[in-house]
């Protein structure tokens, strides 16, 4: 059974469990100093359901998986598992009773090898005991092919994976516990879209076998296509539960911020197509990840990359920002060379770059919310190097009211506020500090629909300022959305640029797997593609 889905109808405040119900959490409150992440909110997921739950940055919905999976301990509220009520005493605990967790920050030692770190705890043991590498590594061969996964070797570091691939690694993690009831928290978050269809392909088949799943992701499509019913959480409380089919993604947005928004792109800015570039490659090269890339950016442009997962679209951005040795080529910038040789000439060449892994590239947890944003611009806010509070802290409410962050107070660490928004102090970090050119990596992954318009309204913000946007995107629709071109990349070369009405989806995805470029075409390609 599920609730109305009318968020104003009192009915809608409660979700009942239904005979088959797996999981069931009753009036669950919980509050962090004056932030209630929680307040007698209501969730309940039957014995083989694909559940998705979602809600804006901040909604409480990692709140609920930490206390769903013994991380955190709730204030009020039971949780029963299979009619029983349970209390987990931590993570390990709620693994003994069927809960898996894949959490929203990656979890794997990076030193250790693919197999070691999904068996880990629970390695298979040789004849005497010991820990035996061959059948760790067949065991973990198994699982990987039952998911059709071919190109990660068990034996690999995770320190040499790509992040799409850790995240795969952490997902084996949790199934290699057999669960019963599977939690993804972003699970996907980092996945491109062919990865994505084989887990959807594997978390159907426990599906049938009767595991429960619950998902989190801001990827409305993606959710979709996949879940039997969504709970929609807003400011800490159970809004509704719905059949995936009940409601438009209008609605569930409505349900979601509480106020209807139209997703829509900002126009683009008018570039003036004789101006000299503002940056311009020429035979740009790093390693063997990048190869020969030609390129320019025109003041007020957004030049998109696209193609397949990993055909050197990141791989460009970070080489552009200075993080691989071994570059060749030219860079310059406003007609000069510029240095790209590390982070520290490519921001003083005024490259930004706001990176792919936010927690670990992007921000200093531990350090305040105030902290982090000032970073950057420490310097700029005072003379001589001395920062006036005043001025950092009107500073710093700016930015946080332009990027909508919500924390309870700028001084808290950046590690307690939820992940959507610990990504807005990231971008609000690099805003002011003067760079011309931009680098995004795939900026709204894991953010809110609401927060997504506002990023939109950001990047062209910024073109009408004057400077150029490189942005990597795996969502397509933003692609065509804020780009004036979209350099489609394969096998770390530039294969095709689209350009003004040429960039379509057809086009994008026919241009990336390298067959039918032209307008038309793509369709069928679309098609076999599906
Ligand atoms: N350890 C903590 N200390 C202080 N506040 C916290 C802590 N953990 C969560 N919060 C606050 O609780 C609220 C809910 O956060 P939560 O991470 O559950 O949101 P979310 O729905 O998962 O968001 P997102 O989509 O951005 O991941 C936020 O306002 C967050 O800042």
Same mark, same amino acid.
């Given at each position: 059974m599920s609730s109305h889905p009318d968020p104003t109808s009192p009915s809608a405040s409660r979700a009942s469990a239904g005979e088959g119900t797996l999981l069931e959490a009753r009036g669950i409150s919980k509050s962090f100093g004056g932030?209630? =992440?929680?307040?007698?909110?209501?969730?309940?997921?039957?014995?083989?359901?694909?559940?998705?739950?979602?809600?804006? $940055?901040? =909604?409480?919905?990692?709140?609920?998986?930490?206390?769903?999976?013994?991380? %955190?301990?709730?204030d009020a509220g039971t949780i029963a598992l299979g009619g029983e009520t349970v209390s987990f005493a931590g993570p390990a605990d709620a693994a003994r009773h069927g809960v898996a967790t894949v959490f929203q920050e990656l979890s794997l030692f990076p030193h250790l090898t693919v197999a070691e770190n999904i068996l880990i705890g629970h390695q298979p043991t040789g @004849?005497?005991? %010991?820990?035996? %590498?061959?059948?760790?590594?067949?065991?973990?061969r198994g699982l990987f092919d039952s998911l059709g996964v071919d190109h990660i070797a068990p034996g690999a570091h995770v320190s040499d994976l790509s992040l799409a691939d850790r995240q795969l690694v952490e997902i084996f993690k949790a199934l290699s516990k057999k669960p019963k009831l599977l939690i993804l928290d972003e699970g996907t978050s980092a996945l491109g879209r062919k990865e994505v269809q084989r887990l959807f392909d594997l978390l159907r088949k426990l599906k049938a076998g009767g595991t429960s799943v619950i998902f989190i992701s801001h990827r409305m499509s993606e959710i979709r296509e996949f879940v039997d019913r969504m709970t929609i959480f807003r400011n800490g409380r159970h809004v509704a539960t719905v059949k995936a089919a009940e409601a438009s993604d209008g609605?569930?947005?409505?349900?979601?911020?509480? %106020?209807?928004?139209?997703?829509? @792109?900002?126009?683009?800015? #008018?570039?003036?197509t004789n101006a000299p570039p503002l940056l311009e490659l020429s035979g740009f090269s790093a390693g063997s990840g990048l190869h020969d890339i030609s390129l320019s950016l025109r003041r007020g442009e957004v030049l998109g990359l696209a193609g397949l997962e990993g055909q050197g679209q990141g791989t460009l951005l970070l080489a552009l920002f200075g993080a691989y040795r071994g570059i060749g080529g030219e860079v310059t910038i406003a007609g000069k060379p510029a240095k790209v040789a590390s982070p520290w000439?490519?921001?003083?060449?005024?490259?930004?770059?706001?990176?792919?892994?936010?927690?670990?590239?992007?921000?200093?947890?531990? *350090?305040?919310?105030?902290? $982090?944003?000032? @970073?950057?611009?420490?310097?700029?806010?005072?003379? @001589?190097?001395?920062?006036?509070?005043?001025?950092?802290?009107?500073?710093?409410?700016?930015?946080?009211?332009?990027?909508?962050?919500?924390? #309870?107070? *700028?001084?808290?660490? #950046?590690?307690?506020?939820?992940?959507?928004?610990q990504q807005k102090l990231v971008l609000a970090k690099w805003l002011e500090t003067g760079a011309d050119v931009f680098l995004f990596y795939d900026p709204t992954r894991g953010i809110d629909v609401g927060t997504k318009q506002a990023f939109y309204e950001l990047i062209v913000g910024l073109t009408r300022e004057g400077k150029g946007v490189i942005l990597y995107s795996t969502e397509t629709s933003e692609l065509i959305g804020l780009c004036h071109r979209v350099a489609v990349m394969d096998d770390g070369r530039i294969a095709l640029t689209l350009q003004g009405d040429d960039i379509t989806e057809q086009d994008i995805l026919a241009a990336s797997l390298g067959v039918g470029r032209g307008r038309g075409e793509g369709a069928a390609v679309m098609e076999a593609a599906q």
């Amino acid at each position: 059974m599920s609730s109305h889905p009318d968020p104003t109808s009192p009915s809608a405040s409660r979700a009942s469990a239904g005979e088959g119900t797996l999981l069931e959490a009753r009036g669950i409150s919980k509050s962090f100093g004056g932030v209630h =992440a929680l307040e007698d909110a209501d969730f309940s997921c039957e014995a083989g359901e694909i559940h998705a739950l979602l809600g804006a $940055n901040g =909604a409480g919905k990692s709140t609920l998986v930490k206390v769903l999976s013994g991380v %955190q301990r709730a204030d009020a509220g039971t949780i029963a598992l299979g009619g029983e009520t349970v209390s987990f005493a931590g993570p390990a605990d709620a693994a003994r009773h069927g809960v898996a967790t894949v959490f929203q920050e990656l979890s794997l030692f990076p030193h250790l090898t693919v197999a070691e770190n999904i068996l880990i705890g629970h390695q298979p043991t040789g @004849f005497l005991g %010991q820990i035996s %590498q061959r059948r760790m590594r067949a065991e973990v061969r198994g699982l990987f092919d039952s998911l059709g996964v071919d190109h990660i070797a068990p034996g690999a570091h995770v320190s040499d994976l790509s992040l799409a691939d850790r995240q795969l690694v952490e997902i084996f993690k949790a199934l290699s516990k057999k669960p019963k009831l599977l939690i993804l928290d972003e699970g996907t978050s980092a996945l491109g879209r062919k990865e994505v269809q084989r887990l959807f392909d594997l978390l159907r088949k426990l599906k049938a076998g009767g595991t429960s799943v619950i998902f989190i992701s801001h990827r409305m499509s993606e959710i979709r296509e996949f879940v039997d019913r969504m709970t929609i959480f807003r400011n800490g409380r159970h809004v509704a539960t719905v059949k995936a089919a009940e409601a438009s993604d209008g609605e569930i947005v409505e349900m979601m911020l509480g %106020q209807r928004v139209e997703r829509s @792109f900002p126009e683009k800015t #008018a570039v003036e197509t004789n101006a000299p570039p503002l940056l311009e490659l020429s035979g740009f090269s790093a390693g063997s990840g990048l190869h020969d890339i030609s390129l320019s950016l025109r003041r007020g442009e957004v030049l998109g990359l696209a193609g397949l997962e990993g055909q050197g679209q990141g791989t460009l951005l970070l080489a552009l920002f200075g993080a691989y040795r071994g570059i060749g080529g030219e860079v310059t910038i406003a007609g000069k060379p510029a240095k790209v040789a590390s982070p520290w000439d490519a921001k003083a060449s005024g490259i930004a770059l706001i990176p792919e892994d936010r927690k670990t590239e992007g921000l200093v947890l531990p *350090m305040s919310v105030r902290e $982090n944003i000032t @970073f950057s611009v420490l310097g700029r806010l005072g003379r @001589f190097g001395f920062v006036s509070p005043a001025k950092e802290k009107a500073f710093v409410a700016r930015m946080m009211e332009r990027l909508a962050v919500k924390a #309870a107070s *700028m001084e808290l660490p #950046a590690r307690s506020l939820s992940g959507g928004n610990q990504q807005k102090l990231v971008l609000a970090k690099w805003l002011e500090t003067g760079a011309d050119v931009f680098l995004f990596y795939d900026p709204t992954r894991g953010i809110d629909v609401g927060t997504k318009q506002a990023f939109y309204e950001l990047i062209v913000g910024l073109t009408r300022e004057g400077k150029g946007v490189i942005l990597y995107s795996t969502e397509t629709s933003e692609l065509i959305g804020l780009c004036h071109r979209v350099a489609v990349m394969d096998d770390g070369r530039i294969a095709l640029t689209l350009q003004g009405d040429d960039i379509t989806e057809q086009d994008i995805l026919a241009a990336s797997l390298g067959v039918g470029r032209g307008r038309g075409e793509g369709a069928a390609v679309m098609e076999a593609a599906q």
